[in-house]
């Protein structure tokens, strides 16, 4: 775990980030000689030192690990020509990617700065400071602290727990956890959180509706590990309990417009309980990157960028949605043709000439009224969970383990977004139709592989079924209708006609393997034990 080590970041350093990020609430004065022992004195340090958490300790996870592994690697979306991304389409994923290196340092770096703040707030804060505002703020990071826990297992299993940086610098060589331990330890911070956290905050804070919709989607998740075809009945409850109080009691609602949820006037609105909290004009490295990657043209980008015209959705993505679903497809990818007049609005407007990613592409500065916003400082809060998940999370678990529910509540919820879309309620739940709307309605925000990871701990042959489909020519009389799933396609708008592209990567057919990631090289090199069986936590 040498570069875990390597990454722990001093608090100070931390400190002086905050200083730089211009959203109201992390406005304060240029902070110099800061210590530990000078700095946590009181009530508005504390809300100083969690700020950071938000943003720039993610940066390099939402750079392009977000939409590599969570929409790249589920199928939904393709880039032939980067490397590191193929090798997450084909399934050829090296230890040397990358992609898996950022993220899994950016998820080590964010649990580091968690765990500094903690042992600062127990050992240096004064009694002065309110009891309240301590079980506040340890609220918020170990909802942080558990986020990152909760991408590491679903993406990697069994990984080490880190809790005290100090003994990780003293002995880097320390061993992979049970992943039924892993897990166990996200539960604890989140159920923390849940008691300590606010029911409301500023906007952009972590509440506890927050915790209790995470808690609810990680019980979810759980519910399937180590199960053979069914889940565990206890941890769905669990998860029904926390989705249920969040979709009932938190006095929260859908935004009216599934369109506006991308667009950065409605940041933070009450949908969203959990969004990276992006500043523009930040340092390279320290803010939302995404739009200058994935637009797929410059003059979406304030100072260049919009390298993103060979990334676009796959033809096994679009063929998801109905005509009737054009409000969220147009909100999620272009087709050639669509209009959208909020995109470089001073040059009237933006025409996509050809399939490429919609979501998280917001425009330049002054489409933005931010006049520091810049190449590499999107101010778009994209948002890990949003009301819309908890809502599907609740109808999922109500489901159960059951083949189909006319349950009153999961059909409310589930309604609820399918309404919000505008597209036709239903009057029946089953797993595909879950999965389907879930792939929509989330679809380029990361969540897909993670619903495929869901099902592949208690029904792996579905999960591998369900990416096997995507790799397997059409089987149609007509050969200009036998083509790959995973393939982009072009869109002739005088026709309305879809046709894929020839997708000639090799790509290795699905295993229950391929839904764990490979350690990154440097850090099997670094700590060996990495490479052990997991041990006990607890």
């Not at 043209?297 to 676009?312: D, E, K, P, Q, Y």
Request: overall charge positive.
């Amino acid at each position: 775990m040498k570069r875990i080590k390597i990454n722990i970041v001093l608090l100070v350093i931390g400190i002086i980030m905050i200083s730089s990020c211009k959203k109201d609430y992390l406005n304060r004065p240029p902070l110099t000689g800061i210590t530990t022992d000078n700095f946590y004195k009181s009530g508005s340090d504390l809300r100083l030192a969690t700020a950071t958490l938000y943003a720039q300790p993610w940066a390099t996870w939402n750079n392009f690990p977000l939409l590599g592994m969570g929409d790249i690697m589920s199928g939904n979306m393709l880039q032939p020509y980067n490397a590191d991304l193929v090798q997450l389409t084909t399934f050829s994923i090296t230890p040397q990617n990358g992609t898996l290196t950022s993220a899994w340092q950016s998820f080590f770096n964010v649990i580091a700065h968690c765990n500094i703040n903690i042992k600062a707030i127990k050992t240096k804060m004064p009694d002065s400071v309110a009891v309240k505002s301590k079980t506040s703020a340890l609220g918020e990071i170990r909802f942080i602290r558990a986020t990152s826990y909760f991408y590491l297992a679903q993406l990697w299993g069994p990984v080490p727990i880190v809790e005290d940086n100090d003994k990780l610098i003293a002995n880097p060589l320390v061993p992979r956890h049970k992943l039924e331990d892993v897990y166990k330890f996200i539960i604890n911070d989140l159920r923390y959180a849940v008691a300590n956290l606010p029911r409301t905050d500023q906007p952009g804070r972590v509440t506890t509706w927050s915790a209790q919709g995470m808690l609810a989607k990680v019980y979810l998740t759980r519910a399937g590990l180590n199960q053979k075809g069914s889940r565990n009945q206890s941890d769905l409850d669990s998860a029904a309990y926390y989705a249920g109080n969040v979709c009932k009691t938190s006095g929260l609602s859908l935004l009216p417009s599934y369109y506006n949820l991308f667009r950065t006037q409605y940041n933070d609105n009450s949908e969203s309980l959990f969004a990276y909290q992006w500043a523009p004009g930040v340092p390279y490295g320290q803010g939302n990157s995404i739009q200058a990657q994935f637009a797929p043209s410059g003059s979406l980008v304030t100072g260049g960028g919009g390298w993103g015209g060979a990334i676009g959705p796959t033809i096994d993505l679009a063929n998801q949605y109905t005509a009737q679903d054009s409000v969220r497809r147009k909100a999620t990818f272009m087709l050639t043709g669509d209009k959208y007049p909020e995109l470089n609005a001073a040059g009237g407007g933006y025409t996509a000439t050809g399939v490429n990613v919609k979501k998280h592409i917001v425009g330049t500065a002054a489409d933005n009224n931010s006049p520091t916003m810049d190449l590499w400082s999107s101010i778009e809060h994209n948002t890990v969970l949003r009301l819309a998940d908890v809502y599907l999370i609740y109808a999922e678990a109500l489901l159960g383990n059951n083949a189909s529910t006319t349950n009153t509540d999961a059909l409310l919820y589930f309604n609820q977004v399918r309404s919000r879309a505008g597209v036709d309620v239903v009057t029946q739940l089953t797993p595909d139709i879950i999965m389907k709307e879930r792939r929509i309605e989330l679809a380029f925000e990361g969540q897909y592989w993670f619903d495929l990871v869901r099902l592949s701990y208690y029904d792996p042959n579905k999960a591998i079924s369900i990416i096997s489909k995507q790799i397997t020519l059409t089987n149609d009389p007509d050969p200009n209708n036998r083509y790959v799933p995973r393939s982009q396609f072009s869109y002739d708008p005088a026709t309305g006609v879809k046709k894929a592209s020839n997708n000639s990567l090799i790509i290795t057919p699905p295993t229950v393997n391929t839904f764990t990631l490979p350690i990154p090289a440097n850090e099997q090199t670094a700590d060996p034990k990495l490479l052990e069986a997991p041990v006990p936590y607890y």
